[in-house]
């Protein structure tokens, strides 16, 4: 039992072990000191496209099915008038997301999923939406191909969108090909990591499935029949609308979540086939 006569210390020795604490945590090395966590700032900078067949191309390909020749010889006048009909890889398209991505924390904070929604044609009546969600690995990790892992990109906010938000997107539209921290870094899926209080530029590489795609710009070579039957290449605009969610993963301390988009603009199908893979 303390003595009474000694009571009226207590009240001193607790001032003097919270001030040794205060002092012990604000002695502790920078990476040991308690982290409050502010979400990093992701600014998209644009959309790109890096893979696409020219506006020939597309005039062979589509010039078969929207013009009509007797007897079926449509095939035969496509031929002479575009040359030979691409196959549907020949009609990949492929674009980048670029963002700019500020980390305001004493910490480094690794990404860790990215959730991109596209939707081609957004203000008509045959709008076509995909979504993909991107899952990022450890640098080294083997065997690591951007497959979303359970519960990746899902949020409990309703302020971000999460990949339940896209239910209704179609299959085989959108695939995620890979990241990379900075531009003419080598695209794959190890997750970039923007070191404490600084910036990165990260891109974000999709491609559209050639099937569906095909069945969705379709529209537009049937708006133009009269140039394919004069033999004239037709000119292709895809109007989209772009947005999604990227995760940051620091451990124990959990998930952050930041939204992007949406983000409206009009890729225009290049005179020359496009390759910058």
């Not at 078969?64 to 010889?73: A, F, K, W």
């Not at 959730?115 to 044609?121: D, E, H, Q, S, Y």
């Not at 070191?195 to 710009?217: D, I, K, W, Y």
Request: glycine letters at 10%.
């Amino acid at each position: 039992m303390v003595k009474s006569t000694n009571l009226h210390l207590l009240p001193l020795a607790v001032i003097l072990l919270a001030s040794a604490s205060c002092n012990l945590l604000a002695n502790l090395p920078a990476e040991l000191q308690p982290v409050n966590l502010s979400p990093p700032k992701v600014t998209f900078q644009g959309a790109a496209l890096v893979l696409a067949p020219s506006q020939a191309q597309l005039a062979a390909y589509y010039c078969p099915e929207v013009i009509s020749v007797p007897l079926g010889g449509a095939g035969v006048v496509c031929q002479g008038l575009f040359g030979r009909r691409p196959s549907p890889a020949e009609m990949t398209v492929a674009f980048d997301l670029h963002f700019g991505v500020a980390n305001p924390n004493k910490i480094p904070v690794p990404l860790a999923s990215i959730l991109t929604a596209a939707t081609l044609f957004p203000a008509g009546n045959s709008q076509r939406l995909g979504a993909v969600c991107a899952q990022l690995c450890p640098v080294g990790q083997p065997g690591c191909g951007g497959g979303p892992a359970p519960g990746a990109c899902q949020s409990s906010s309703r302020d971000v969108h999460s990949l339940s938000d896209f239910a209704g997107a179609a299959a085989n539209f959108l695939f995620a090909s890979g990241v990379a921290a900075a531009a003419g870094h080598p695209i794959g899926f190890a997750a970039p990591q923007v070191s404490a209080s600084s910036e990165l530029n990260v891109t974000v590489r999709f491609t559209f499935g050639p099937q569906v795609l095909l069945a969705t710009m379709r529209q537009l070579a049937v708006q133009s029949v009269s140039q394919l039957k004069a033999g004239h290449t037709v000119s292709f605009a895809i109007p989209y609308r772009l947005e999604g969610t990227v995760w940051f993963d620091v451990g124990s301390l959990g998930r952050i979540a930041v939204g992007f988009g949406p983000s409206n603009g009009v890729w225009v199908l290049p005179v020359q086939h496009l390759s910058g893979l």
